[in-house]
């Protein structure tokens, strides 16, 4: 058992997990203090992004032949992305509407603290519009857009520098087979760092556990099992339909997947599992020009869960301070959910935030009940 325990990384996370809620319940003080193990994890994985985004696009489009090939391929996946973040947008709206989530709370405005909420509205504020985050999009500099870590920016970059080496052809072959190199030497790293991630889920568990508690959900239960049970089935009918179009087996790819999604339930982090996700690809014969495209593109694009949790949590919102929801405020929800959930990949705390940009931008709604969700952010960003 142990040797099999040694060999798979997706066990060594299992057990992380286990040991990181035994910790943080019978070690509360000390577990409080193993918070850095989880961020200098997810921090190592960011560190490589940049580069790996950049090598698997430049690598892919330099060898992908016909250049409108790559070009229809990215207009799908964004008409893909948007039609899927749509379908899951309207199905949190619609479930949290008839179930009547949060209905019976009678929480009053002035029960609630609004430093917290106050912090995270100023900050929804800044979220920028489509034009502004179109804008954003073309960095102030090459070395700027790494330096950031703006993986869209650096994606930008990279279709570009594809594109050229693709058009010269024979004459950039050098730099070509430099960067195939260097995406192997990159790829050996990230395989070090992996190693890591049972530490790390370990430090994040035991944190969270020791700040929150496991009674923490009794509180806002209903809202997160709603959650859990709308993201099962968006993933069992929605996405199971979708690849079973394409000639797919759902339940065999999440098992093929099963390591990432363990790094994933204890970091909460979808940046931690996003080098491996596009290796593991690349494994099952996708093209490189194809994942470096799609997969970056969809970590900003197509946030289905993120767009689940944020419409159930505004109908929750409303239920329980008793404000009463119109059928324009519903699509009112919906219009400027399409816009802001596009801003929440790589913000800290970017659901609240984005959250808390949504209800600025739909007035019968009070911004103070972000407050109602801060127990249980942490438990819906897993999903």
């Not at 058992?1 to 040694?6: A, I, P, T």
């Not at 997706?10 to 040991?19: A, D, I, S, T």
């Not at 409080?32 to 489009?61: A, E």
């Not at 491996?276 to 470096?292: A, D, F, P, Y």
């Amino acid at each position: 058992m142990l040797k099999w325990c040694s060999r798979s990384i997706f066990l060594q996370v299992v057990l992380g997990l286990m040991l990181g809620i035994a910790c943080g319940l019978s070690f509360p003080e000390v577990s409080l203090q193993l918070k850095p193990l989880g961020d200098g994890f997810i921090k190592l994985i960011k560190m490589l992004i940049g580069l790996i985004v950049f090598c698997v696009v430049v690598s892919g489009i330099s060898g992908a032949g016909d250049l409108k090939k790559v070009g229809r391929i990215g207009l799908k996946s964004v008409i893909y992305f948007e039609v899927l973040t749509t379908i899951a947008l309207v199905l949190g709206l619609v479930l949290a509407f008839t179930s009547g989530i949060g209905t019976g709370a009678n929480i009053h405005l002035d029960q609630l603290s609004t430093a917290d909420a106050g912090a995270l509205a100023e900050r929804g504020q800044h979220i920028q519009g489509t034009a502004a985050f179109l804008m954003g999009l073309i960095p102030n500099s090459v070395l700027g857009a790494f330096a950031d870590n703006n993986i869209l920016q650096v994606l930008l970059f990279s279709v570009l520098f594809g594109s050229a080496l693709n058009l010269v052809g024979e004459a950039a072959s050098g730099i070509t087979r430099l960067i195939n190199e260097l995406s192997h030497v990159i790829f050996r790293i990230m395989g070090m760092i992996v190693r890591l991630a049972p530490i790390g889920v370990f430090g994040a568990i035991a944190f969270t556990t020791s700040q929150y508690g496991l009674d923490s959900l009794q509180h806002l239960g209903g809202l997160v099992a709603l959650f859990y049970v709308t993201c099962a089935g968006f993933v069992l009918v929605i996405l199971g339909t979708v690849m079973r179009v394409s000639g797919l087996k759902l339940f065999p790819f999440l098992k093929y997947m099963r390591e990432e999604l363990g790094i994933v339930l204890g970091t909460a982090s979808s940046d931690a599992v996003l080098p491996q996700i596009m290796r593991k690809l690349e494994h099952l014969g996708i093209g490189s020009s194809t994942v470096g495209l799609v997969i970056p593109t969809g970590y900003s694009f197509n946030l289905d869960g993120f767009s689940i949790y944020l419409t159930l949590a505004i109908v929750f919102i409303a239920n329980a301070t008793g404000t009463p929801l119109a059928m324009t405020d519903l699509l009112t929800i919906l219009l400027v959910s399409l816009i802001t959930s596009k801003g929440a990949h790589g913000i800290p705390g970017s659901a609240l935030v984005i959250l808390a940009a949504t209800l600025t931008a739909v007035p019968a709604i009070p911004v103070v009940g972000l407050v109602l969700v801060l127990a249980v952010d942490w438990f819906m960003g897993i999903g």
